[in-house]
């Protein structure tokens, strides 16, 4: 019988073969009763595991390979000073005097009691940093005499994918290397180390699958999907045949897009396109480099007050935030976009009442921002604040017309006023843009545009209220066709009404990373791109097989087409090629 079971996939593609299960973990052990005479020597295998498991990960730190990850040598850092802390170098040895029993069981203890602890902070962040810790205690474990594992360095193991509990980020150092074409773990998190560096290491990879060793057996055929999080076991015939298919094109798209992630985006007859990236937490940085992202186009900050805390977020803790953006992406832009509460992103502690009739057309967005204008400022402050270490810019959200912009404007103005005063440093140049994703604002763009130093169409929204169709309400999903004639000609009004008044004009809605719009939106006029760091490559890809010079009569005539599906007809010939 065939499984199928879903996790946090790493990306990496697909891995087809036999699982190599390793039960040698925490998870495992079971107490056993010492003499007082014994206890000693139990102690010494404690410290001698501590003293290999230093040795190893200086060792690794020592020769990181070129390619790895930027962050490994930190993380491997953290590790080895986490071998000094009282709860991982001294609390195991009390357990063991205290309780009288085996180390391995000692070791289990202490993980369950800092486990708990962890479950228990508030901040999602800090949470996730659970499994650093473990990592570091699973490793202790796994380098006690007895338990070493064997990563098939030498070739003698045969190439199937590992299957266990959890990797820490230096065990997927000997990845590369080793004979495994996958992992499958239990255990992780969104936001652990070994997802941000598994994400980038081009491995098929799936973490948080609870019940992955217990479900999957040693003489079972698995089939490992990266991308999509999906593990199936003895998949059916038929089934199987398409993941080979499929794992044949992926590798082969694979080599392709990588050869390209250092190139200039530049279309074939020479006309400079910038991809930025989508983000909503400073975890996504990593991504947003590896891919060559010209920048943050698009920083949800909203997502700071919906991580959970049941309070605002104040000054200070932005400011923070919007540091380390300004910081890590040096001299690249960072668009900050003001808090776009309300509609569908309510914070827990409800600054707007829930009960609106139809909270997409309610207090949303700027105008959530202007009803509340502490709130506002303080966004604001902290923006500003962050401004004077790097190239951050701010975008307001919801913009509906020039006045709504004005009243934001001035706002903006009065916090600079009270930092001045303050003497307090920002950038005093700092770029205002306004996001166009209401009707109204799109189509009296000329009033707007001589407000702001750029603006960004953000066509999840523009899209919704152009053509009626809640975003969020998966029964009308099927109207929700970006090939619009409406959308299709209000864009391309936007677009060419900024360029001809020479205002700098991008998409960050989801359109912006769907190759199959690149040619047709660079038709038009759209020069900046802003989308989901993993898009980039691949509209790059369109970007530098695109000549635009000969497509503009194609996409003329697509523009002046009415019929729906006659434009869908002329986008995919104006595609061809590039699949
Ligand atoms: C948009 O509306 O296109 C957009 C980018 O913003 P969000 O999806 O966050 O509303
Ligand atoms: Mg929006």
């Not at 392709?256 to 007859?269: C, G, N, P, Q």
């Not at 992406?329 to 502690?349: C, S, Y």
């Not at 709504?404 to 001045?420: D, F, N, T, V």
Request: charged residues 25%; glycine residues 6%; hydrophobic residues 40%.
């Amino acid at each position: 019988m065939s499984i199928i079971l879903h996790g946090i996939g790493l990306g990496g593609g697909i891995a087809i073969g036999n699982p190599y299960i390793l039960d040698k973990s925490l998870d495992y052990v079971a107490p056993q009763a010492l003499e007082p005479h014994e206890i000693k020597a139990e102690i010494d295998r404690f410290t001698d595991a501590v003293q290999q498991t230093r040795r190893e990960l200086e060792r690794l730190r020592n020769n990181i390979p070129e390619d790895a990850p930027a962050e490994l040598g930190a993380f491997l850092s953290l590790s080895i000073m986490m071998l000094n802390d009282s709860q991982i170098a001294s609390a195991p040895i009390d357990i063991i005097k205290s309780e009288e029993c085996n180390v391995e069981w000692a070791i289990k203890l202490q993980a369950d009691k800092l486990a708990e602890r962890f479950d228990e902070m508030s901040d999602d962040y800090l949470k996730e940093r659970k499994y650093d810790v473990l990592q570091v205690l699973e490793r202790i474990f796994k380098n006690l005499e007895g338990n070493k594992f064997d990563w098939g360095l030498d070739g003698k193991l045969e190439r199937g994918i590992l299957v266990t509990h959890d990797l820490s980020p230096a065990d997927l150092v000997h990845f590369k290397d080793s004979n495994f074409s996958g992992f499958i773990t239990d255990a992780g998190g969104l936001t652990s180390h070994t997802t941000i560096i598994g994400r980038n290491l081009d491995i098929p990879a799936i973490i948080g699958i609870e019940y992955a060793r217990a479900l999957v057996h040693e003489d079972d055929l698995i089939i490992l999907d990266g991308m999509h999080g999906v593990l199936i076991i003895n998949p059916e015939p038929l089934i199987l045949e398409q993941y080979k298919k499929l794992q044949a094109k992926w590798s082969k798209d694979q080599a392709k897009l990588s050869a390209i992630r250092k190139e200039e985006t530049v279309t074939l007859d020479g006309v400079r396109v910038e991809l930025s990236a989508n983000i909503d937490s400073i975890h996504d940085i990593e991504e947003v480099k590896y891919n060559q992202a010209s920048g943050i186009g698009l920083f949800r900050s909203e997502l700071l007050y919906l991580s959970g805390k049941n309070h605002l977020v104040d000054e200070d803790e932005q400011f923070a935030t919007y540091f380390e953006l300004a910081k890590s992406m040096k001299k690249a832009p960072v668009i900050i976009r003001t808090a776009d509460l309300g509609a569908d992103k309510n914070p827990m502690w409800n600054l707007t009442q829930n009960t609106a009739r139809n909270p997409a057309l309610g207090l949303t967005g700027i105008r959530l921002s202007l009803a509340e204008p502490a709130f506002f400022r303080t966004q604001l402050r902290a923006i500003l604040r962050a401004s004077h270490y790097g190239n951050l810019q701010i975008l307001l959200p919801m913009i509906s017309g020039a006045q709504e912009l004005k009243q934001a404007l001035s706002q903006l103005e009065y916090a600079k006023e009270e930092l001045r005063d303050e003497g307090i440093a920002f950038n005093e140049e700092i770029q205002v843009g306004a996001m166009i994703e209401v009707p109204s604002a799109a189509f009296a763009i000329k009033s707007i545009l001589s407000l702001v130093d750029f603006i960004s169409i953000g066509t999840n929204d523009l899209i919704q209220y152009l053509l009626a169709i809640d975003r969020n309400d998966e029964s009308v999903t099927y109207l929700y066709n970006p090939l619009h004639p409406a959308v299709l000609k209000l864009l391309t009004y936007v677009i060419r009404s900024s360029n001809r008044s020479g205002v700098p004009v991008s998409i960050c809605g989801e359109l912006a990373g769907d190759m199959n719009l690149t040619r047709l939106l660079l038709g038009m006029g759209l020069r900046k791109f802003s989308m989901h760091s993993s898009s980039i490559l691949k509209v790059k890809q369109v970007v530098l097989n695109t000549n635009i010079n000969e497509i503009t009569e194609l996409v003329a005539k697509i523009l002046k087409t009415e019929n729906i599906e006659r434009i869908e007809e002329l986008v995919d010939a104006l595609n061809f090629g590039i699949n």
